[in-house]
């Protein structure tokens, strides 16, 4: 998942308010825009979720429309809220080490059911 290490993206609103995809910030420095869910067209992008137990709300560079991710703070999953839609493609060169980034692979419902390109849950 996502922490914002290299993104200017935050969701710093208080957990009761509620969250407005016009309030969102870009993850990249590219064109782009977020569309809700049930309106993104790919299969994976930037995503933002909100814990439907406590409200805890994070960014994950690693969202898929269709799979759902663990909340940290209470283990409940939910779908992405909303998604990121590149304008533009992009070459960008990768860092040697981007492969080696944390990725929270107990949480990814699209690893356990390895469909996750970027983790894997050994054992299963």
Not at 100 to 106: E, L, R
């Amino acid at each position: 998942m996502y922490e914002g290490a290299s993104c200017s993206l935050q969701v710093a609103f208080h957990a009761a308010a509620k969250l407005n995809i016009e309030d969102l910030d870009p993850p990249v420095e590219s064109y782009g825009y977020w569309v809700e869910r049930a309106d993104y067209q790919g299969r994976k992008s930037f995503g933002v979720f909100q814990c439907p137990n406590c409200k805890k709300r994070w960014i994950s560079a690693h969202a898929q429309k269709l799979y759902r991710q663990g909340c940290q703070r209470c283990e409940t999953e939910s779908l992405p809220l909303f998604l990121w839609v590149n304008v533009e493609k992009q070459q960008r060169d990768r860092p040697q080490d981007e492969d080696k980034a944390p990725h929270d692979s107990a949480r990814c419902e699209a690893c356990r059911k390895r469909k996750c390109k970027k983790g894997s849950i050994s054992g299963i």
